[in-house]
């Protein structure tokens, strides 16, 4: 199985500022995956990002919002930009582990953000 | 459009129970299914996963069986202990497809000593 890592944990911080989420896998991994879980609710991905292209976004999420880099297969970054209340969230990243032919998603610990 | 539904929302039961936990799909065209636990404020933690082909796994307390063409799985959880207590989530891929995933809104459980 696969070990996550993100970085921070959990911030605080004001609206109108940005935030950069580090995940950091310990095997390489094609598909790296983030998603948002809102208070009380569900995970909802935001986007895939695959190594060397362009992430691509779910219906509702954009690039400007949500700018996300994958330099290499063990790495990605997503950024909330220019924060507001409502993108309070527990953000998750994942990867799909395809070495044993289950397609298997393991998930990081999540950073826990509070925009006020 | 895959839609999962968790049933219940809630369960309170006491130490020691045996307890299960439903999940239901919408599109019976799933690679697998995947049961996650989430502590509160916390990542995912992947319990089982069962393939497509598979009827039931088994790890350790937790048996999850599937049945595709009802749309339907169920967590069976044995002799439930307090460190149980948790926030339980199924999880499909859409329309057949290996990558995304599709989640409830997840059964949180506490179990009381």
């Known amino acids: 199985s696969a070990v996550i890592s993100q970085k921070p944990s959990r911030d605080i911080c004001q609206r109108g500022t940005s935030l950069t989420i580090q995940c950091q896998v310990d095997?390489?991994?094609?598909?790296m995956f983030w998603y948002r879980q809102q208070p009380g609710q569900s995970l909802t991905l935001i986007a895939t990002?695959?190594?060397?292209?362009?992430?691509?976004?779910e219906s509702g999420f954009v690039i400007d919002k949500f700018p996300i880099s994958r330099p290499n297969l063990t790495f990605s970054t997503l950024t909330v930009s220019n924060m507001s209340p409502e993108d309070s969230s527990i953000y998750l990243c994942s990867v799909e582990d395809v070495t044993s032919g289950l397609y298997e998603q393991y998930f990081g610990p999540g950073t826990r953000l509070t925009v006020t | 459009k895959q839609e999962v539904t968790q049933i219940p929302a809630a369960l309170s039961v006491p130490e020691g129970e045996n307890l299960v936990l439903n999940c239901s799909f919408t599109d019976s065209a799933i690679y697998n299914l995947q049961w996650f636990r989430q502590d509160p404020g916390k990542g995912l933690t992947s319990l089982l996963l069962?393939?497509?082909?598979?009827r039931e796994q088994t790890s350790g307390r937790l048996n999850a069986s599937l049945d595709k063409s009802s749309g339907r799985s169920t967590l069976y959880i044995a002799a439930s202990q307090p460190g149980d207590s948790a926030t339980y989530l199924c999880a499909v891929p859409p329309q057949g497809g290996s990558e995304k995933l599709v989640f409830g809104k997840g059964t949180k459980l506490t179990v009381n000593p």
């Open positions: 095997s390489q991994v094609t598909m």
């Open positions: 990002a695959n190594q060397g292209s362009e992430a691509t976004y």
């Open positions: 069962i393939q497509s082909s598979q």
